[in-house]
């Protein structure tokens, strides 16, 4: 919790709170609404600190809920999912489709985008690559070719610096 923002993308999201404080300003500007059940889902795939899966935030609201009972029956499975979708649809967290889970993104003022991640298969890390170029570039050969892409998913599997050392 103490790692400096902003060195490594992985940690970038090292503070929920301020995440969700920051995905809430955003929502503002944007003239959105982050309703309790989308900042608490947003919470949770923030803190989570990997990607997770849709099956383990309803584990961890169940759970959370029977502890304090916030929101006890406000976070029913497809309310959930309504939140996921709102909170993809907007770009403030992406899904690894090849992994089925999602990851808070790290610059949640951008509006929804896709961008390369490189997954640990090893620790399951999965690191957003801020290179917007190599999106362009597909988005460029994909036109020349009259191909209009709708879904985008680039995933790259492998072992991080970490765990390949
Ligand atoms: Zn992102
Ligand atoms: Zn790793």
């Known amino acids: 919790m103490a790692e400096p923002a902003c060195i490594d993308p992985r940690h970038h999201v090292h503070d929920a709170h301020g995440f969700v404080a920051a995905v809430e300003r955003a929502c503002h500007e944007r ?41 006890a029956g406000a976070a029913a499975p497809p309310t959930v999912y309504r939140a996921l979708d709102f909170l993809l649809a907007n770009g403030f967290i992406h899904k690894l489709e090849s992994v089925n889970a999602f990851v808070a993104c790290h610059h949640p003022n951008t509006a929804q985008h896709s961008v390369p991640f490189l997954i640990c298969d090893n620790c399951h890390s999965a ?4 290179d917007l170029d190599v999106v362009a570039q597909l988005e460029e050969r994909a036109k020349s070719l009259g191909f ?9 599997h492998g072992l991080c610096a970490r765990c390949a050392g």
């Open 31 to 71: 003239g959105l609404r982050l309703t309790p059940i989308r900042a608490r889902v947003l919470g949770l795939v923030a803190d989570a600190g990997q990607p997770i899966k849709a099956y383990d935030l309803l584990e961890l609201i169940r759970v959370g809920n029977n502890d304090d009972g916030e929101g």
């Open 127 to 130: 690191v957003e690559l801020e």
């Open 148 to 156: 209009r892409p709708q879904a985008q998913t680039l995933e790259v």
